[in-house]
């Protein structure tokens, strides 16, 4: 049996700027589906759900971009993270039927993955976790918050935690964490909408919209009159070094990612000129990946926050992975609140 | 008993460049140093030797320089490490004749302080260690250098270390101790006859002569083959930058001070464009200040280190309390090798 299959491939880097259609493209091909299709060890899924994060943007640029991501390889498909359902296996650890996780996803409905990319997953009503978890609290973008947040800064109860892009998906994550630590958390996002949405909807203390306040200084001695304990950076830039200018004796800063610089050249990229102050103020700069040692001990402590309903996820769905394009582009837009899930077909039920 | 004491004043905050006569003045007074001239708990010295470091720039401005070391105060005398005799005392834990380190030593020959600032040392060719290697190795420097290096380093053998300013007070020690812990140690200097100095004397592998080698970058691909594990900077602006461009995974950045950054206003201050790349390589950038909490440790580990002969303290004297001014100039010109350390009298002996 054989299926159309659509899937997006990288055809030329971005040395700046936001990806279009010049650099991903949509291909189409047929692929076989049955069991004789499927190489020993290996497992043929039926996608569901995909995982859009801004770091892809980083894995579009060549190594002369100074992302310092693995790039992507040219004319091959693009990878996120998804949620499929087993549909033909050759590896004794998958039933048909299963649902998984897969760290290999293409941009596709269906593929072909060794075994060893994939985790089985438990979802239904008894779980107390939905699938839509797997790829935001309890996935990448809350294993990067968990990491920021509870490893690197390592927070105390009333210090005070900044987090930028605070409505994306690792940020709602790494909110909602510091505060159930303990500490007042403020974020800072692109539009008043995602204020609200951060105020009543993730619990920060307050938050601000950098696009209305535009003197970031400012900004933060109004929002930290007492300094800031922490800040997780998931932008870089301008935010950084204003932040740099605030920080409080013994600051930690985890560096996520820096959606801000991702588009421009390295030569082009805004330069911090205030790193001198990290040495008065003790303060340490972080950046950090995902430690897949810790992966253990943060499914445990999460799944815990998810099952009390302590931690929610939320949701922007793109339908269809025709949607790809147009979802990777609106991560720099500001146009999001929560994390951005391509629901692959209609068959797919959180 | 009275005597004519010359004093160094600060007159003027430098908000830009090399301190000169404006900001720093040399007046003179008479000074009681009979015993009914101390006040209880108070001790009446006669400095020897005195410590001249980057650190106090950084003192010399405002804090609108954003420096965020605490300002010396106007018209006041300005302060660093001193090691004096015991000339009169009015606190029963120090006796006239003994040898003390006084951790707020006007620049000047007579001081009266408390007793809480001052710390017994043992001289002589039984202790093994000099009145110098207090003021470097054992002193300030030596506490620094540990402190990046040991505490925040934390160095593994086979290891790359990269240190500016290697031939400075801090660097010197710096450079030893990475040798001690087995790394590779290679350190950037602003002449050649201090690189010279730095594998000749100090042991470093290689060294290379920033004014030389202005190519920052191609000189880190020449020296670091490899990538580099830790970098002790003591610099900052775009040495730091091009370091972060050669940095391996995990790597460590100590932040001890940023000596081509103090002499301008931070909005001049030099852009660092690629702290994105800290991101992927897992690598932690942490500024630092003397931890007291661990001076006990310190002095253990370092008084074993210079008895055995392990670390040797080299110095530039410069002679008489006069010569403050133009040794404080001379640490941002490359002329120094060796802790810049000021011969207060004839009397003063190593």
Request: contains cysteine.
């Amino acid at each position: 049996m054989e299926v159309e299959r659509k899937e997006w491939t990288l055809e030329e880097y971005v040395h700046g700027g936001v990806p279009t259609s010049r650099h991903l493209q949509l291909r189409t091909s047929t692929m076989g589906v049955s069991k004789d299709d499927v190489p020993d060890g290996h497992v043929l899924l039926r996608l569901r759900w995909l995982s859009v994060d801004p770091y892809l943007r980083a894995r579009l640029g060549s190594q002369r971009d100074g992302l310092y991501f693995p790039p992507f390889e040219l004319h091959k498909p693009v990878t996120t993270f998804g949620i499929g359902e087993v549909l033909e296996t050759k590896h004794s650890n998958f039933n048909a039927g299963e649902m998984v996780l897969n760290t290999i996803a293409p941009v596709s409905e269906y593929c072909t993955v060794p075994a060893d990319a994939l985790r089985k997953i438990e979802l239904g009503p008894d779980s107390g976790v939905s699938a839509l978890d797997y790829l935001s609290a309890l996935g990448i973008p809350g294993f990067a918050a968990w990491i920021g947040i509870t490893v690197i800064g390592n927070p105390k109860p009333g210090e005070n935690v900044f987090i930028s892009a605070a409505a994306g998906g690792v940020g709602i994550v790494a909110g909602q964490l510091a505060k159930l630590k303990g500490c007042r958390v403020v974020g800072s996002v692109g539009s008043d909408a995602k204020v609200k949405f951060l105020k009543e909807e993730i619990g920060c203390d307050d938050a601000f919209n950098y696009n209305v306040e535009t003197d970031y200084d400012a900004a933060l001695s109004k929002f930290f009159p007492d300094g800031i304990d922490i800040y997780f950076d998931n932008v870089g830039g301008q935010m950084l070094e204003a932040v740099v200018n605030h920080l409080n004796t013994h600051a930690r800063i985890p560096l996520c990612g820096m959606i801000s610089q991702y588009n421009q050249v390295w030569t082009d990229r805004f330069g911090v000129r205030n790193l001198l102050n990290l040495v008065g103020k003790q303060a340490r700069m972080e950046g950090f990946m995902l430690d897949w040692n810790r992966f253990g001990e943060f499914v445990e402590e999460m799944t815990g926050y998810i099952k009390q309903r302590k931690i929610v996820s939320k949701h922007e769905i793109y339908r269809g992975t025709e949607s790809f394009l147009e979802s990777i582009q609106s991560m720099f837009t500001s146009s999001n609140a929560g994390k951005v899930i391509i629901q692959v077909n209609d068959e797919a039920k959180a």
